[in-house]
């Protein structure tokens, strides 16, 4: 099977274009929620939207009108997470879970209230990388250049608290703002991207490139950078290799993923002088 | 497996849900009633016309769930076991009935298996006309046996057979009645396969492909029809992008100008493949579950597959006499 | 630069398990050098971080450069150094120059972006604290002498007009110790900068600091290290042999 063939399909070219911008998305806003203990954030938003999509859907709002339910819902409680490590002074895992586990409740309260529902939920919560449709690759697009701006404009002050809240406060950042900036764009990322290519994707691409990148950069910058290249070479490996192989795409990508992960765990072992300090 | 994950923290927090709510609702009305409780829908259909008006009939599935990743929760075991009569499509459909039984410990319960006596067929590999064969199949549940027998009106027959010899045994006072229906749900069924075997028989083309999982092994085979699908005979398996593309191969060498989508999944997979080659979507109810408002209405199994008839001969380009 | 640089009015720092500091009043004026002592847990680094903002105040007021602390924002103005063996997370990626550089975000508005010269000025920086040639390194391979210095880089990067220091020689040997408190000095003699520092080594600090604040809870003693030499509340407090040990430790 030949490149330019495998390339043919429109649907590979679609998951191709939207995979990459959205695997680079999750990647740079991953190396940012791992360093500030957030990484479970991917899931715990995933279920909230799931509790808020059996809402819309026990008012009868379907696929794309859902969305105007979902997306305000979870941003708040993507919020609610930040307000909750501040507040109660949770780690970031146990407010996430505490969210998420809302968030689930309601979607089942609903579903056994309502009797039962038209179509099966899960079926339409999540997306799957190989149907993305020519407006979904505009979504993503759309998605990653909002993000990616807004990422930059901010760049430094999200350096600033991920590295040390107190200290970013002294240099005058606004550390609540830009916490909830950093959440909610997590979030908008979360609702929108799982949509198109699922929630085991999103949450394995917002973890393991970050994870990778930081046993070997040297730098911030280059941290981002490597998570932003593993993710996107992941998911064009993965989209490739899931045809040759004929396994699932989106478990394929995670599996490559991991295997970033090993070999930049081994380099890392390999570059480091073996004496532990 | 993500599904997989939520579906057990879903089960562990309905624990909780069912306990404060399940019991106040299911208690309210002690019938003298024979209390029946059915898996699929159809099943739910054929034992609500057996049994009339002399029994109550239940299905254990939630609308508008999926069947095939679907587990029974604590109070759906409490529900069975309550219950006069318990009756499941098979054990591939259902693997899970068998242990659940085992728990349950009430000498009156009467368990029908409506697969019972129906020759089963071979769960077809997804891929099995494919080139690029050699990888797994994990048909866990499944057995490697195809469970979606309804979908052969001769069994279907057969599984009302079983219901109304399950009817009788659990209560044989009303022994003659569920006789006398389950004779006009069979005459139904003859005059629904009528109807396909007429309707079928003059079509351009004789391939239809399905863009979901594997459902109508059964149908195609009764009515001589090549038949297709995206995954093989369990829901729950996320096609490979080799997959998608040998898909999309299929709809153009065959010349259809049509593909079946399943019902209650989102159809966007064969939306997908549609919009690769330029055809159009119909749907094709597998019948395994319905959604709320179906349900609600009381939508019948033979109305539902007088559609997929309408649909099929559309999609085919029969003559429609 | 004149003028009061920090003024408190019986500040104090009261929270639901009791007091931490209570009825704090002094005024630090601009080129005082205050070394903050006490024994601990009196409150030092709380002081500091009321006095930045960092902790609520329930009751008085603080003030920095005339504006009250709870809303301060002159921030290019201070430069801080924080407890910091605690603070550095070892996996953060961060170079040291890109730590540096956050110092100057607080001379910044939005988008805060580090330019060239912002890069000429942290190699400066680093350049005179002598750590230059670690500019390239993470901050998590560094040792604890070098981390501090780090930031301390980063507190002056941005040329403040106040430096606080907090314990900002615990981690060092003796040796960089003296070394890093002649630096502080020279800081505050040459650019005239007002230097906050919270320490227990009160024979050291003396030798350097203009001014010492003696805290337990309650401020026990505001004024020239003479005077701290010479106040009999003081010698009843450590004892005469203590006190005269801290002040003639030549
Ligand atoms: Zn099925």
Not at chain 3, 204 to 210: F, M, N, P, S
């Amino acid at each position: 099977m030949d490149i330019l063939e495998i390339l043919s399909y429109g649907f590979i070219q679609r998951a191709l274009l939207a995979g990459v911008l959205i695997a680079v998305l999750c990647s740079v806003l991953g190396v940012f929620l791992v360093l500030r203990r957030l990484s479970l954030i991917g899931d715990g938003l995933a279920h909230v939207t799931f509790g808020s999509t059996a809402i819309a859907l026990a008012f009868k709002i379907y696929s794309a009108a859902s969305l105007l339910v979902s997306l305000p819902v979870v941003l708040l409680a993507s919020l609610g997470i930040l307000r909750l490590t501040e507040k109660a002074r949770l780690s970031g895992d146990a407010a996430i879970g505490i969210v998420s586990a809302v968030g689930i409740a309601a979607g089942i309260i609903l579903a056994s209230v309502g009797g039962g529902y038209n179509v099966d939920l899960l079926s339409y919560l999540f997306g799957n990388i190989l149907s993305i449709t020519r407006e979904e690759v505009l979504i993503a697009a759309g998605l990653f250049c909002v993000v990616m701006l807004l990422l930059g404009l901010f760049f430094n002050d999200l350096l600033a608290i991920t590295f040390n809240e107190e200290l970013a406060r002294v240099s005058g950042v606004q550390t609540r703002l830009i916490s909830s900036v950093l959440v909610m764009l997590t979030a908008l990322s979360v609702v929108l991207a799982m949509k198109l290519v699922g929630i085991m994707l999103i949450s394995s691409l917002l973890i393991l490139p970050a994870v990778s990148a930081l046993q070997l950069a040297r730098s911030f910058k280059a941290c981002i950078g490597l998570a932003a290249l593993q993710g996107c070479c992941s998911v064009v490996a993965g989209i490739f290799v899931s045809f040759i192989t004929n396994l699932p795409t989106s478990a394929m990508i995670v599996l490559i993923n991991l295997l970033f992960f090993g070999c930049a765990c081994s380099l890392r072992r390999l570059l480091t002088p073996g004496n532990s300090n | 497996m993500k599904r997989r994950v939520i579906l057990i923290v879903l089960t562990v927090i309905a624990m909780t849900v069912f306990v404060l709510a399940g019991c106040t609702t299911e208690k309210a009305k002690p019938s003298t009633k024979l209390q029946v409780v059915t898996t699929l829908f159809p099943l739910y259909d054929f034992a609500r016309t057996i049994g009339g008006e002399r029994a109550e009939v239940t299905m254990l599935l939630p609308p508008g769930m999926e069947p095939h990743s679907f587990e029974p929760k604590p109070n759906d075991i409490i529900r069975v076991s309550k219950a006069g009569l318990f009756i499941f499509t098979n054990r591939y459909m259902e693997p899970w009935a068998g242990s659940i039984l085992k728990g349950i410990e009430r000498k009156q319960l009467q368990v029908v298996d409506a697969g019972q006596g129906i020759a089963y067929m071979k769960a077809a590999a997804e891929d099995e006309h494919d080139h690029d064969h050699g990888d797994h199949h994990d048909d866990n549940h499944a057995g490697g046996m195809d469970p979606h027998i309804w979908l052969d009106f001769g069994n279907a027959a057969l599984m009302a057979d079983n219901i109304q010899a399950g009817f009788a045994a659990a209560d044989p006072a009303n022994a003659t009645y569920y006789r006398a229906n389950a004779a006009t749900l069979k005459v139904r069924l003859t005059e629904l396969d009528q109807r396909y075997r007429a309707g079928l028989q003059e079509c351009a083309t004789r391939t239809f492909l399905h863009g979901g999982h594997f459902t109508f092994g059964y149908l195609a085979r009764r009515y001589g029809l090549e038949y297709r699908s995206l995954s093989g005979v369990s829901s729950e398996s996320e096609p490979s992008a080799a997959r998608m593309a040998a898909m999309v191969r299929q709809i153009r060498s065959s010349g259809v100008q049509y593909l079946f989508a399943e019902e209650l999944l989102s159809p966007r997979l064969s939306e997908t493949l549609a919009g690769e080659t330029g055809v159009a979507v119909l749907k094709l109810h597998g019948a395994h579950n319905l959604g709320r408002d179906d349900f609600q209405q009381g939508t019948g199994f033979i109305g539902l597959m007088d559609q997929n008839l309408a649909n099929l001969q559309k999609g085919l380009a029969c003559r429609v006499k | 630069m004149s003028g009061e640089v920090v003024r408190t009015e019986q500040l104090g720092c009261c929270y639901r398990e009791g007091c931490v500091l209570e009825d704090i009043s002094f005024t630090v004026n601009a080129g005082d050098y205050v070394g903050i002592v006490g024994p601990n847990g009196s409150g030092k680094s709380t002081l500091v971080q009321a006095l930045l903002g960092l902790v609520a105040i329930s009751s008085g007021s603080a003030r920095l450069f005339g504006s009250r602390c709870d809303g301060f924002n002159q921030w290019g103005r201070v430069g801080y150094l924080p407890q910091s063996l605690h603070l550095l997370n070892p996996i953060f990626p961060a170079t040291v120059a890109e730590t540096v550089g956050l110092g100057l975000l607080s001379l910044k508005r939005f988008p805060r972006r580090i330019t060239r010269q912002d890069r000429e000025k942290v190699d400066a920086t680093l350049d005179t604290l002598g750590i230059y040639d670690i500019r390239a390194k993470l901050i998590g391979e560094l040792s604890g002498g070098q981390q501090q210095r780090v930031l301390l880089a980063r507190a002056m990067v941005n040329d403040p007009e106040l430096l606080i220091l907090d314990e900002p020689t615990a981690a060092l040997d003796p040796e960089t110790r003296e070394r890093f408190y002649r630096m502080i000095a020279e800081i505050n003699r040459s650019r005239g900068v007002t230097v906050l520092l919270v320490t227990h080594d009160t024979g050291v600090i003396g030798q350097h600091a203009t001014r010492m604040l003696y805290l337990d809870k309650r401020m026990l003693f505001f004024g020239s290290f003479d005077d701290f030499c010479h106040s009999p509340e003081m010698s009843a407090l450590f004892g005469e042999h203590s006190q005269h040990l801290m002040c003639h430790r030549h």
